[in-house]
């Protein structure tokens, strides 16, 4: 009880590590039952203290050993749930189904504009077989059709993946065999990312290659269209590929609280969670403000890309002044 209580678990939590019921620890704990040794030597190796420890008939409360300090995962001041080993396995398998999902639905998206394009030079090379009306009206319902399929592959697993928003703003606290367990996965996953990462950034490098060919070839302006509906279905396969394994890498990324979704950029981005808002509000008044009173509406668009730059500006200072407040 004293090992448990200095871990902060509840009895059933300690339960669940072992996979027995709270029930058997609440009897160990009030000495009705013993443990087997199979459970000892378990409970030695989650508590880091020998058998003997286990077995001794009488403790002095001065002999437990200090707490152990465990990876950041275990401390809990600030966290406001824990986070059991079903509920990360449960978010690493929907993150794996819904990036295919998403991924599908920005591949959709990209290639919508495909058959307008090439339907569009068609009209042009071969004007008798297909006038420029109907190839602009067949692309145009073919483009808002396949938009709005991914559209719809975006929205609906964008909602499914909301329900784990906590994982990328909220602190919480994994168990210990939970946070090896999805360490092991992604290092397991390692291989299979750097692969993806290397194959979608070289798909959409490539992707340029047919257009410049058929540029030193051919010079037909059919076959330059049909070489750009070609670059984007390069492009297409390439962000598929990414999304589909960065969605993954980043769902072990989180459960694991590491790189931007520390515990201290988590804290950080909630106390200046309301500062984009407030920026972009007053770059809208001064945008609107300078245009109506000047009247120079060609050349106050400026503002846009001047107050882009200095927004990363302002986000980094704040970010820069926080941390040091930290320290």
């Known amino acids: 009880m004293l090992l448990r209580k200095q871990k902060g678990w509840s009895q059933e939590q300690l339960a669940e590590q072992l996979g027995i019921s709270r029930q058997s620890v609440s009897k160990w704990e009030s000495g009705a039952s013993v443990p087997d040794l199979d459970k000892i030597i378990k409970l030695s190796q989650i508590f880091d203290v020998s058998t003997d420890y286990l077995l001794k008939e009488e403790i002095e409360i001065e002999e437990a ?11 809990e001041e600030d966290c406001v749930r824990r986070v059991s080993s079903g509920e990360a396995e449960q978010y690493i398998d929907d993150i794996k189904y819904i990036s295919k999902k998403m991924a599908l639905g920005v591949f959709i998206c990209i290639l919508s504009p495909i058959c ?6 068609l009209s042009e090379y071969k004007a008798e077989l297909l006038s420029e009306n109907m190839a602009g009206g067949i692309g145009m319902v073919v483009l ?15 909602m499914k993946e909301s329900k784990y928003e906590f994982f990328e703003k909220e602190i919480f606290t994994l168990e210990y065999d939970t946070h090896a367990s999805v360490l092991r ?4 996953f390692e291989p299979t990312y750097q692969k993806g990462i290397v194959l979608g950034v070289s798909l ?11 540029m030193a070839v051919s010079d037909s302006d059919f076959v330059y269209v049909c070489c750009i509906g070609l670059l984007l279905a390069f492009i297409a396969c390439g962000v598929f590929v990414l999304i589909s394994v960065g969605m993954v890498h980043e769902s072990y990324t989180k459960l694991l609280q590491e790189g931007d979704y520390t ?23 001064i945008y609107l403000g300078w245009s109506f009173w000047t009247n120079h509406w060609d050349k106050s668009w400026i503002i846009w890309p001047v107050a882009g ?7 980094g ?11």
């Open 65 to 75: 050993p200090e707490k152990i300090k465990e990876p950041d995962v275990w401390h």
């Open 317 to 327: 200072i704040a970010y820069a002044v926080s941390g040091k407040e930290k320290e």
């Open 204 to 214: 959409c490098i490539i992707s340029v290659i047919p257009l410049f060919a058929a």
């Open 309 to 315: 730059v200095l927004f990363a500006a302002v986000m």
């Open 144 to 158: 808002l059709f396949m938009l709005v399929v991914g559209v719809a592959f975006l929205i609906l697993n964008g």
């Open 263 to 285: 515990r201290k950029k988590k804290q950080i981005n909630k106390k200046f969670s309301h500062l984009p808002g407030i920026y972009w509000c007053m770059v809208t008044a």
């Open 185 to 188: 996965q992604k290092e397991e």
């Open 116 to 121: 307008l394009i090439v339907l569009g030079g």
